[in-house]
């Protein structure tokens, strides 16, 4: 696999962090996987800010598996501005949440997101749908390039 | 007036003047011949005195002559003088009559030449001592006497005539009057029937009126809404009803002639005139669905109704309002209303309960199911039998809670989802249902029998949601059957259309059908049929919200039968039975 291919990981649950992680390791995804704890600290890597100041923005996450009920901001104003802007309008982002409403579903789809996946409580099943996730955004889909044009 | 009575009118005014006229005539007529009658009678004394004054001088010269008597000579002159005037009288009196004036003059020569012959006669007894009368003389005194007669005969006659005149018009005049008084009576008698008649119709329809009025003043008393009226111009009060004065606390006598803002406070009171004024300039009624209004009892709310009364010529002269106290129907809403934002309240806490059961019960239950998982995979050789068969239980119990989490989530989306009511074909979506149903096991045999042409007004995913569940039920308690039978059909209950789902499964034991619907209730262990017990309630929470009902007949290993109507008018002329 195609390991240069960084995932962002936005989760501010330790227990879904970490099996998320192993979901993704005995899927053998051996991609860098980097977690951010809240929605600031999630566009602070994309936009290269805060902590993550200096980071080469030129380099994206391959996938963006964004969780809605975070700390801070939310992950749909996350996907928000992350389709405000030129650079990340078409940077894939899949919802990854424990729920299950008809609403949430609709609000991300609305907001620009490339995929709904609610997390199902056995892990077996769990495990199974992050396994598809991975192969899907990592292997078989094609990325939109960034724009040469600089900010 | 009307045009008979003015032709009676005029027809009395003409027989009042004919009479009149008639009657004038001959009082005129007669009092004309009167004059005739009375000149007559001057005449013949005229001529009496024309007759008596020759005499006199006749005598006076004769007496001489005669006998020598010369004493009365010395009045000759007089005499002829009287005479002279006499006769001058008559001639006026008889200027009239040509034939009478005519024998006057002639009388007149003869009396000239009688008293010439005599004055001759008295000449000759002076000279001659001796005076002599002659023939001729005498004849001059038998023809003046003729003339006289004649002349008075004449006069008489003409007396007779007048007086015949006098009395025929006297007899007229009467005739004219009793015609008059029998007339009069007659036109007053008539006058009089015609007026006590007519006063009569009146008095008839004055009661009538009267009693008109008077029903419909007890109808305007009597109606329960406040019923008033205001004159145009000052838009003062002129009348209102009993329902009125209970409602403004006001007795009517202090009510009337006095306008709004004598009564309520300024704002009010300009808020009702400027609705009187518009309903009075556009001539049309207004429609004041709410308005406030100051009352001895407190304010009250009002719905009115204002409209404008006309007159003949089109111009706006009374304001007529109907008032119907709305204040307890108000309280009644205002109450619904802070209900309904309560509940819908209640329904937004729990939206919101829902959505954080959904998202963080979940969360852990993953965290207790992966790492139990994870414990097996990563030790699970260490471990003995027991101790993995632990794990797995704990990974199970997890996982069926969360079953049970969304179960009951499905439940509260049917109870918070839109009701949408369209024509559903019911026949169409339990076939769809049982397809899928086949595909889940297509080991095994089942009998499925549903009717065709069952239509309903409902909600088509509430109402998929409902045959899923009881058809699902159905499939569940049927799976120990060899060969299950299955069926979906109509039926009646109470006059209204039923749907049912019948099998022939397991079944039921009647003594607990009450607890059937509840959640989480349960009638089989879950080692014979797995189940969450949300479904039935489920089920029953569609069709409460469709406003229907449901219930349930079975007997344990003889099936069960679910029943649910959904309780529309509509849905049951939906039954095609053409098809």
Redesign the interface.
């Given at each position: 696999m195609a390991s240069n291919k960084v995932i962002l990981l936005v989760e501010d649950?330790y227990?879904?962090e970490?099996?998320t992680l192993?979901a993704l390791k005995k899927s053998h995804i051996a991609n860098e996987v980097v977690v951010a704890h809240d929605g600031v600290e999630a566009l602070d890597y994309i936009f290269g800010t805060g902590v993550h100041a200096g980071r080469d923005v030129t380099i994206q996450p391959q996938v963006v598996l964004l969780d809605l009920?975070l700390p801070r901001i939310g992950g749909l104003e996350v996907l928000k501005r992350l389709r405000a802007v030129e650079r990340t309008r078409f940077l894939p982002v899949v919802v990854l949440?424990?729920?299950?409403?008809d609403e949430d579903m609709m609000k991300s789809y609305a907001n620009g997101a490339n995929a709904y996946v609610s997390?199902?409580?056995?892990?077996?099943a769990?495990s199974e749908a992050v396994k598809t996730l991975g192969l899907f955004w990592l292997l078989l889909n094609e990325i939109a390039p960034p724009p040469r044009r600089p900010l | 007036m009307k045009q008979g009575e003015l032709v009676w009118l005029w027809m009395a005014l003409v027989i009042l003047g004919a009479v009149t006229v008639l009657a004038y005539r001959s009082i005129d007529s007669a009092a004309d011949t009167l004059g005739w009658v009375e000149h007559t009678g001057k005449v013949l004394q005229q001529i009496s005195e024309v007759t008596a004054a020759y005499s006199r001088a006749v005598t006076a010269r004769r007496a001489y002559v005669v006998a020598g008597d010369d004493s009365q000579l010395a009045d000759v002159r007089d005499l002829d003088e009287r005479l002279g005037r006499a006769i001058g009288a008559e001639r006026a009196s008889l200027a009239d009559n040509p034939s009478q004036l005519r024998s006057l003059e002639a009388m007149s020569r003869l009396l000239e030449e009688r008293l010439s012959s005599l004055d001759a006669s008295v000449a000759q007894r002076r000279r001659e001592g001796v005076g002599v009368e002659t023939a001729e003389g005498f004849a001059l005194t038998a023809q003046i006497r003729t003339i006289r007669e004649k002349m008075e005969g004449e006069e008489n006659r003409l007396l007779a005539e007048r007086d015949a005149l006098t009395r025929r018009d006297m007899a007229r005049t009467k005739f004219a009057e009793i015609i008059g008084t029998l007339a009069s009576f007659a036109i007053l008698l008539f006058a009089f029937n015609r007026l006590r008649r007519e006063i009569a119709r009146r008095q008839q329809t004055e009661q009538a009126l009267v009693a008109s009025q008077s029903f419909l003043d007890s109808i305007v008393e009597n109606i329960p809404n406040m019923i008033f009226v205001k004159e145009a111009g000052e838009l003062r009060f002129e009348r209102i009803n009993r329902a009125g004065e209970q409602l403004l606390g006001v007795k009517r006598a202090d009510l009337v002639r006095k306008n709004d803002f004598d009564l309520f406070p300024r704002e009010q009171a300009e808020f009702f005139q400027e609705r009187d004024r518009e309903t009075l300039n556009n001539k049309i009624p207004v429609d004041i669905a709410e308005e406030p209004i100051k009352t001895a009892r407190g304010e009250r709310w009002l719905h009115t109704k204002k409209v404008p009364v006309l007159d003949a010529e089109g111009v706006p002269k009374y304001l007529l309002g109907i008032s119907e106290d709305i204040t307890e129907q108000r309280q009644a809403a205002e109450a619904l209303k802070s209900a309904k934002d309560a509940a819908e309240a209640a329904n937004h806490e729990l939206e919101a309960f829902s959505y954080s059961v959904a998202h963080d019960l979940r969360a852990p239950l993953r965290g207790i199911n992966g790492y139990s998982v994870a414990l097996v995979e990563d030790i699970g050789d260490k471990l003995d039998g027991e101790a993995k068969d632990y794990l797995q239980r704990i990974g199970a119990g997890a996982t069926r809670m969360g079953q049970l989490i969304d179960a009951l989530l499905g439940l509260s989306r049917v109870s918070r989802a839109d009701l949408v009511r369209e024509p559903v074909n019911v026949t169409e979506m339990a076939s769809s249902v049982v397809a899928q149903l086949r595909m889940s096991d297509v080991a095994r045999v089942v009998d499925f029998v549903v009717a065709d042409g069952l239509r309903a007004q409902g909600d088509p995913l509430l109402l998929r949601a409902l045959l899923e569940n009881l058809l699902g039920n159905a499939w569940k308690f049927t799976s120990k059957l060899e060969r299950a039978r299955i069926e979906v059909g109509r039926t009646e209950y109470e006059g209204a259309l039923a749907y049912f789902v019948r099998d022939n499964g397991a079944g039921f034991d009647m003594e607990y059908a009450g607890k059937l619907f509840a959640p989480f209730q349960r009638l089989h262990k879950p080692t014979e049929f797995s189940g969450t017990g949300i479904g039935l309630a489920t089920v029953q929470r569609i069709v409460w919200r469709h406003g229907g009902k449901v219930w349930a007949e079975g007997h344990v290993g003889r099936g069960a039968t679910f029943h649910f109507t959904v309780d529309d008018a509509r849905s049951a002329q939906g039954v095609d039975h053409g098809q």
């Open positions: 649950n227990d879904d970490v099996l192993r009920n949440t424990s729920s299950k409403e997390k199902p409580v056995e892990f077996d769990f | -």
